[in-house]
């Protein structure tokens, strides 16, 4: 059946829904940070949620997260000077998707988190970049780049991120590298078979398993104080995710509808380098 309640409405309902799996795991909603994909949302729908007063937004291909940035900056400026939100906050931009080597002084730029490092030789790209920014005009004031170890739980070779067992390790590479820091680990839920439904039951798996990886890593002392981000769970498992500990969702078709789209997360279209 087609979806035909209103932007406002299937924002509500998901953070309604974030919420109260939040409280059943014994936290606060605001415990769990909603990020909003965006990358099937129309320009109109990211103003819309942000003049709600919704802060942070997903992008999974740095080409569109560039545009989209800048754009809505824009708009933010513009309400800031009609006195429309004179004390808004600005908008935080999380880089979700594989990131591509030629691409990291872009991502750097405009990323808040960037959630995808998933090998020690991008993290020493980003590295860096992020210091040559840090030593370039006005660079005393930027702090080092927040960043995510991704895992890949599942072993499915079509999904990116490193071997459980090598998770700790890059942390702790990443943790020696002054102008990065390390924030935590992400994870993705396995993808069903073809003409299989999604399982939750294998969701929940792989979300209890990076549970415990990023608990192992905290109790170990890897990371340090800051290593304090459990980013897992999507649209169809966001409530699960929350469950097994997650304190960072990443949704978009629940907020902004289904996509007519097909590209999906893994669109390795301009994948020139890899
Ligand atoms: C697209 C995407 C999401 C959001 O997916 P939905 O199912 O639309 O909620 C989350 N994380 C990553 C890495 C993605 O690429």
């Avoid at 035909?4 to 974030?18: A, C, G, N, P, Q």
């Avoid at 020690?120 to 170890?149: H, K």
Wanted: charged share 35%; proline share 3%; aromatic share 4%.
């Amino acid at each position: 059946m087609k979806d035909t309640r209103s932007l406002r409405e299937r924002y509500d309902d998901v953070r309604e829904r974030v919420a109260r799996a939040a409280e059943k795991s014994g936290r606060r909603a605001s415990d769990v940070m909603l990020v909003a994909v965006t990358k099937y949302a129309s320009i109109e729908d990211i103003r819309e949620l942000v003049s709600y007063g919704h802060i942070d937004l997903g992008e999974n291909r740095v080409q569109q997260l560039v545009q989209r940035a800048a754009i809505i900056e824009e708009f933010s400026n513009r309400r800031r000077e009609r006195g429309a939100a004179p004390s808004a906050p600005s908008v935080r931009w999380h880089m979700i998707g594989s990131l591509q080597r030629n691409k990291v002084r872009q991502a750097i730029e405009v990323s808040k988190l960037i959630h995808s490092v998933d090998s020690l030789r991008l993290a020493e790209e980003l590295q860096d970049f992020a210091e040559e920014r840090a030593s370039g005009p006005g660079g005393e004031s930027i702090g080092p780049v927040d960043v995510l170890v991704e895992v890949n739980i599942s072993g499915e070779r079509s999904k990116h991120g490193v071997a459980p067992a090598a998770a700790r390790h890059l942390v702790d590479m990443i943790d020696t590298m002054v102008a990065l820091r390390p924030r935590g680990i992400m994870c993705m839920a396995p993808t069903p078979k073809a003409g299989e439904e999604a399982s939750l039951d294998d969701a929940r798996r792989v979300f209890t398993r990076c549970k415990e990886i990023f608990d192992e890593i905290r109790a170990i002392g890897s990371g340090g104080e800051r290593f304090d981000i459990l980013s897992m769970g999507m649209s169809d498992d966001f409530e699960v995710a929350i469950e097994c500990g997650a304190n960072l969702v990443r949704v978009g078709s629940a907020i902004f509808g289904e996509s007519k789209s097909t590209t999906d997360e893994d669109d390795d279209e301009d994948d020139d380098e890899k």
